[in-house]
């Protein structure tokens, strides 16, 4: 095998992927998912919208209406039998539940019916029937619901009907309903209650008046009278102990300033310091009196000694001062003797009245035994009978005024909207659901795409470098196309379009150590562009002044040949492969570009392939020696076997795939046969791409960015 058919490892090597850690997606590539399917989201997003809005307006609308009821017991007119203790309707769990139950029972509903009958006619315009009563009850009960409000005494009455002011009426009507019905319970409970009383009351007050009878003449029989709750012979002691009481206390008071005064004495003081004496004013002018003339006493003596007569005169008169002074104190020592003699007298006295007084009262004790049993007797009388006159005046007074134990807090207003369907909530959904289902097809059908769509797609996927892509002609203009492909690049060589195929020839020549000179151009399929790739290809590259030879050895389509056009009076390679005609005949020059073209004039008739190793060597030595640059358009990879024969004998191989049309799996086959026949693969390209679609190869690609560089190219 000669030397420029080994596989390049530099080149042909498959493109390693990362064994690291599972990456992120890439947010643009993300992107441009979502954009090459954008048309699939929108329709199915639309279609997804569509359901739902049919559905929202195919439900049927209805409303709902809610009335509030507050649990606020009252007390009740029927006391339980302890009549000291009243009895207060309960507010726990169980009863609460109770009044649930109560205002679903068929009753209430009946009577919602009722009332809604006499407010309005029936549907035939007339007044309601029994019948249709029954009939209204029963879509009442149907229509409302009761809930509590969590662990409140607030009862909710909730009603759903497709009439809205139906609705409203309903839950208003059943929580009235409810209020009258237990309202109209109490009443009659307190009724019964009022005409059992009137009937005991009698019977009370005659048995009240005849024990308290019985107290008054026994009380006159044995002189227990009294005035102020007490007898007169029990005032009569309570007052002599009041008053020896008092006695007793200022007996003890006298006796105690007395004994005090002596033990004064005792000590020696001359009773200068006794309480009584020290209150006295008389003793206290003396005092003063004695302060002063010891002053001048002191003064006298400081100033003219012991013996002068002034100094004499005045000591005098300080000792007369004190002997005034305790003349004063004896005085007051024996008036406290004196008190104390008075105020013991007056105990003895008021002891031996109490004597007398209590001997009374004794015989009254012994008669206030046979007054207390008659006593109670009378009080028991009198209480049973005030209670009952008392419970008879207040149920009297509220038998027609009764407060019920449930109150309506909230009235029910018609409702503007319905509660359903839930037009926020379909559209959520709607919103939702689209937004899922868009995104799920476009999941599948990225799963389910098998083509090769962008550049990660070949390098990924079939392991092997991008070489390009092609695109078509009417995506890179704005109007429609109105020359060939072929004949484009050579009247505007400045366009996207050409500058195309100069990019797969840079991208041929720069991934070779050596300048490749025979390059095979390959595809999986049919109709995947070749042809048209490789007129182009030789065009680009004879136009730039290389000498080029483009050869066609799809001998059964001549597709080459058939858009350059093989004159019908000159060889072809037929004639050149089996030695009848030399290099120069069969040549036909493209007068356009300047290119050299070796072709056929009609597809292969004889049973005989030229195209085998020994031909295909001697075309490919002649013509190295005469060209730069040779382009060799094979047929399909996968269903002729000589392309595989050229491809390894060429020094590059060129391997094309429809965007998005030609899948992996077939792309990936011609990969693997050309590696079988140790043909050197410098990479895929991608045909008939269009490139109005976002980023339509990736990111990586000029056509992601075609946009920007609109300036650099002349359509």
């Known amino acids: 095998m000669n030397a420029h058919n080994m596989p390049d490892a530099a080149t042909d090597a498959p493109i390693e992927q990362s064994r690291g850690l599972p990456l992120l997606p890439d947010p643009m590539q993300v992107w441009q998912v979502f954009r090459r399917n954008l048309k699939l989201f929108l329709a199915v997003a639309g279609a997804v919208i569509a359901l739902v809005t049919l559905a929202y307006f195919v439900q049927e609308k209805r409303y709902s209406a809610r009335s509030a009821l507050l649990i606020a017991p009252s007390d009740t007119v029927i006391r339980t039998p302890d009549l000291n203790q009243p009895n207060t309707a309960s507010t726990d769990d169980k009863a609460i539940d109770t009044q649930l139950r109560l205002m679903q029972s068929p009753e209430i509903a009946q009577r919602a019916a009722r009332a809604y009958a006499i407010d309005t006619l029936s549907p035939d315009g007339d007044a309601w029937s029994e019948d249709e009563i029954e009939s209204l009850a029963s879509r009442i009960a149907r229509t409302y619901t009761v809930i509590r409000e969590g662990d409140t005494r607030v009862l909710t009455v909730e009603t759903n009907s497709t009439d809205p002011a139906f609705a409203a009426t309903v839950a208003n009507l059943v929580a009235q309903s409810y209020i009258q019905w237990q309202l109209e319970g109490k009443q009659a409970e307190a009724s019964g209650a009022n005409a059992f009383l009137r009937e005991r009351l009698a019977e009370l007050e005659e048995e009240a008046i005849r024990t308290q009878s019985a107290v008054d003449n ?255 002609l009417e995506s890179t203009l704005d109007g429609p196309a109105v020359e060939s492909p072929q004949d484009y690049v050579i009247n505007h060589p400045q366009s996207l379009f050409t500058e195309a195929f100069r990019s797969i020839r840079a991208f041929l020549l720069l991934s070779a150590k050596s300048e490749p000179r025979t390059i095979a151009v390959v595809s999986a399929l049919p109709q995947e562009g070749k042809s048209t790739t490789a007129v182009c290809l030789g065009r680009v590259s004879a136009m730039e002044g290389l000498p080029t030879i483009l050869v066609d050895t799809d001998l059964r389509r001549c597709g080459t040949s058939q858009l350059i056009g093989i004159p019908e009076d000159k060889p072809d390679l037929y004639d050149y492969f089996a030695e009848k005609a030399t290099l120069d005949e069969v040549l036909v020059i493209d007068k356009e570009s300047g290119m050299h073209v070796l072709g056929v004039k009609a597809p292969q008739s004889s049973p005989v392939n030229p195209l085998v190793e020994r031909n295909i060597e001697r075309m490919l030595t002649e013509l190295k020696e005469r060209y730069e640059v040779i382009i060799i358009d094979t047929a399909p990879i996968l269903g002729v076997a000589e392309a595989r024969l050229l491809a390894r004998m060429s020094d590059r191989v060129l391997a094309l795939c429809e965007w998005r049309k030609t899948s992996a799996n077939a792309i990936q086959a011609v990969i693997e046969i050309l590696r079988n026949t140790n043909a050197t693969v410098s990479g895929v390209a991608l045909t008939q791409v269009d490139i109005r679609k976002y980023a339509s190869t990736g990111d990586g690609d000029v056509y992601g960015y075609t946009k920007k560089f609109r300036g650099y190219y002349v359509d």
Do not use: C, W
């Open 218 to 472: 026994f009380k006159v029989e044995r002189g227990l009278l009294s005035a102020q709750g007490a007898t007169i012979a029990e005032q009569e002691v309570s007052t002599i102990n009041q008053q020896l009481a008092m006695a007793r206390a200022d007996l003890a008071e006298k006796e105690g300033r007395l004994n005090a005064a002596r033990a004064q004495l005792a000590r020696g003081s001359g009773g200068a310091d006794v309480g009584a004496a020290l209150g006295s004013g008389t003793i206290g002018t003396l005092r003063a009196q004695e302060a002063d003339a010891s002053a001048r006493l002191a003064v006298l003596t400081e100033k003219y000694g012991q013996l002068h007569p002034e100094r004499r005169q005045v000591e005098r008169q300080l000792a007369d001062i004190r002997s005034q002074i305790q003349q004063e104190i004896n005085r007051v020592l024996s008036s406290l003797e004196a008190e104390v003699v008075t105020a013991r007298s007056r105990v003895g006295s008021l002891a031996g009245s109490r004597g007398t007084a209590t001997g009374a009262l004794a015989a009254n004790g012994r008669a206030q035994a046979g007054l207390n049993e008659l006593q109670q007797k009378a009080d028991a009388a009198r209480t049973i009978y005030e209670n009952f006159l008392a419970r008879s005046k207040e149920t009297a007074a509220l038998e027609f005024a009764q407060l019920p134990d449930i109150k309506l807090a909230e009235r029910a207003t018609v409702p503007r909207s319905p509660s359903s369907p839930n037009t926020l909530l379909f559209i959520l959904t709607g919103l939702v659901g689209s937004l899922a289902a868009s995104l799920g097809a476009i999941g599948v059908a990225e799963y389910v795409r098998t083509g090769i769509a962008t550049k990660r797609d070949v390098q990924s996927k079939l392991g092997v470098r991008y070489a390009g892509a092609v695109p078509t």
